[in-house]
């Protein structure tokens, strides 16, 4: 079993920053593929970034070039930093983990409570 945790989220002004973090338990954090996930108000689940644990990473069209995925495996944490943020990306995000180190499918198996971001224009 693993346990994420996520925090960072908040309110902040479009074209500002913020930057989430991850904090995951339960299994060794660099067998781990780990992915950020979002969901607006009335809208489907949507992938945000992803990096997995042989080194890879990749992100949704709709974010590349603002939001930068990291991790480090010594503090088990995964972090999202975001930048020149838009009222577009309000949403609640989500932290996901899964053992596979595939980033082309979004079938993750562990997932975190999520933490709201809220971008005002």
């Known amino acids: 079993q693993v346990q994420l945790v996520e925090s960072g989220g908040g309110l902040v002004q479009a074209g500002g920053s913020l930057s989430l973090s991850c904090a995951a338990s339960g299994r060794p954090f660099n067998v781990l593929t780990m992915g950020w996930f979002r969901q607006a108000p009335g809208k489907e689940r949507e992938f945000v970034a992803a990096f997995s644990w042989s080194g890879r990473t990749a992100a949704a069209d709709s974010v590349k070039g603002r939001f930068t995925i990291s991790r480090d495996n010594a503090k088990n944490t995964m972090y999202l930093q975001m930048n020149s943020l838009k009222p577009e990306d309000t949403a609640l995000y989500y932290c996901?983990?899964?053992?596979?180190?595939?980033?082309?499918?979004?079938?993750?198996?562990?997932w975190g409570q999520g933490t709201q971001v809220t971008v005002s224009s």
């Open positions: 996901a983990a899964k053992f596979a180190a595939s980033l082309d499918d979004y079938k993750y198996t562990y």
